[in-house]
């Protein structure tokens, strides 16, 4: 069971260059997020698709853009990126309603470094 | 303030401990608890959903405080494979039905022979 996929796993970028982060499920959850994952930090949202067609800003959206492609897929891009947007990414889907209400299941993580 | 709150730890105890953390939350509105575990350089996963009556699994109990705004997580007999982030996630229902998960910095646990 393949769950959420998440490409690539790893990417270096250099100060303004742009690239776009996949992430995949194949559960039919019509919920998918995107967070960045920081030393000390923990879990900020910066995304969200409550279902397929609608997205909305997280607590940190600033540099990024996102694109929910269908109900499977939710893509995350930074057009210009900065040494700030060092992290690890991690996409998650659940489903609303059902026996795992409220359940996230996340990808592998994508460690993303900008120099 | 931030909306859910946690002692980072470390928190470092022998084999065979009783350990507690506690997480507090600033929203009311908030309506759902978990409890997740994170393993080094690993996504978080699910540990344990918290319910208002409180609820067990095996070694782990959950405990949720509606009035003081906190929930609390209790892991009885440590073994070394407990040693983890321990994410607190709090979830509010938006207009429109769409819920938003807010995590906690996480709390670190290790357990030693």
């Known amino acids: 069971n393949a769950g959420v996929t998440q490409t690539p796993k790893f990417q270096v970028l250099k100060t303004g260059q742009s690239m776009t982060l996949q992430c995949a499920q194949d559960m039919n959850h019509n919920s998918m997020y995107w967070y960045r994952q920081d030393p000390g930090m923990g879990l900020r949202l910066i995304y969200y698709?409550?279902?397929?067609?609608?997205?909305d800003k997280g607590e940190v959206p600033n540099g990024y853009n996102v694109s929910r492609l269908n109900k499977r897929e939710f893509s995350l891009r930074l057009e210009s990126a900065a040494p700030s947007q060092t992290s690890v990414y991690f996409c998650?889907?659940?489903?609303?309603?059902?026996?795992?209400?409220?359940?996230?299941?996340f990808g592998e993580g994508s460690r993303l470094t900008v120099l | 303030r931030k909306e859910v709150e946690q002692d980072p730890g470390p928190f470092n105890v022998p084999e065979g401990a009783t350990v507690a953390f506690n997480c507090t939350y600033s929203n009311s509105a908030s309506q759902s608890f978990f409890w997740y575990r994170q393993d080094c350089r690993k996504e978080p996963k699910l540990l344990m959903s918290?319910?208002?009556s409180g609820n067990e699994d095996g070694r782990f109990t959950a405990q949720l405080n509606r009035a003081s705004q906190y929930i609390s997580l209790l892991i009885r007999d440590s073994k070394l494979s407990d040693s983890a982030t321990y994410l607190c996630?709090?979830?509010?229902?938006?207009?429109?039905?769409?819920?938003?998960?807010?995590f906690g910095r996480g709390t670190s646990l290790i357990v030693h022979p």
């Open positions: 918290v319910y208002s």
């Open positions: 996630v709090v979830k509010r229902v938006m207009t429109g039905g769409s819920y938003i998960p807010t």
């Open positions: 998650a889907s659940s489903e609303l309603s059902g026996e795992s209400v409220g359940e996230l299941f």
């Open positions: 698709s409550a279902s397929e067609g609608t997205t």
